[in-house]
C-alpha cells in the first residue's frame, strides 16, 4: 500500500480503487505562474491562460498589474513533462467584470510552434477559473 505522507496539492487529487491503491491523477491542463520583480519572496502569482501565440499571452490576472511591468511567465503542464520561463512585458490591462484583469504580455523571446501546440491541444485555461478536466 502506498502511503501519502503529505496532503495531497491543490492540483492534484487522489482516488481511492477497490484494492486500496491510491493513485495520483494530475490535471491536464496547463499551469500559468506570474513572478513578478517586486516580489521579495518570489512565491508567484497563479493566474489563468486566456490566449496564447508565439509572440504573446493573454492572461487573467487577480491582481492589477502595471503597464509595462517586466514580468517572468512560468508555464508547465506536468502531463505533458513541459515546462518554460520566458520573460515579458505587460502591453494591455483591461478590468472584467468579476473583478479580475485581462492582460495582454508581450515575450521578449518567442515560443516555439510545438511549444505553441501543446499548450493549446493540453487547454489554456487554468484549473481555479474552470472545472477539472482529468487525463
Known amino acids: 500500500m502506498i502511503l501519502l505522507s503529505d496532503p495531497p496539492l491543490a492540483d492534484n487529487d ?7 491503491v491510491y493513485r495520483l491523477r494530475h490535471l491536464g491542463r ?3 505562474i506570474i513572478l513578478r520583480d517586486e516580489d521579495v519572496m518570489r512565491t508567484g502569482l ?10 504573446a499571452l493573454g492572461i487573467v490576472s487577480p491582481v492589477e498589474l502595471r503597464m509595462s511591468e517586466q514580468i517572468k511567465v512560468r508555464l508547465r503542464n506536468d502531463v505533458q513533462r513541459f515546462v518554460t520561463e ?4 505587460v502591453r494591455r490591462l483591461e478590468p472584467i467584470s468579476d473583478g479580475n484583469f485581462l492582460v495582454d504580455i508581450e515575450l521578449f523571446a518567442r515560443l516555439m510552434p510545438l511549444d505553441v501546440m501543446m499548450l493549446r491541444r493540453a487547454g489554456m485555461s487554468d484549473v481555479t477559473y474552470t472545472g477539472p478536466i482529468w487525463v
Open 14 to 20: 487522489t482516488h481511492r480503487v477497490q484494492d486500496r
Open 30 to 32: 496547463a499551469e500559468t
Open 46 to 55: 497563479r493566474v489563468g491562460l486566456q490566449t496564447i501565440s508565439a509572440a
Open 86 to 89: 520566458m520573460r515579458g512585458a
